[in-house]
Nanobody
């Protein structure tokens, strides 16, 4: 079964940057669109970005547009989320998800996520 593992989170000051990675175990990611989601304390999980199988199309939530960049390296079986100009409101657990298409159904359960904390 496809399992995704997120990494790269941490504590960063406002205005700083982090790059998150989403890797697959026991399967290949290039069959799927990959979405990044986040869940802040006391809030529902929200989708923030997605990339198609080929990487040719990306989309972003308004809250992340212009600051976050999603990319994928199918040769490395990894999807990335470059996060710049981080704000305290970006603090959340970040998850990636394999989907048949962006905004489509998930094909694997949620992973553990990676914690991002933006604080001075």
């Amino acid at each position: 079964q496809l399992q995704l593992v997120e990494s790269g989170g941490g504590l960063v000051q406002p205005g700083g940057s982090l790059r998150l990675s989403c890797a697959a175990s026991a399967s290949t990611l290039d069959y799927y669109a990959i979405g990044w989601f986040r869940q802040a304390p006391g809030k529902e999980r929200e989708g923030i970005s997605c990339i198609t199988r080929s990487g040719g199309i990306t989309n972003y939530a308004d809250s992340t547009k212009g600051r976050f960049t999603i990319s994928r390296d199918n040769a490395k079986n990894t999807v990335y989320l470059q996060m710049n100009s981080l704000k305290p409101e970006d603090t959340a657990i970040y998850y990636c998800a394999a989907q048949y298409y962006c905004s489509g159904p998930m094909v694997a359960p949620w992973g553990q996520g990676t914690q991002v904390t933006v604080s001075s």
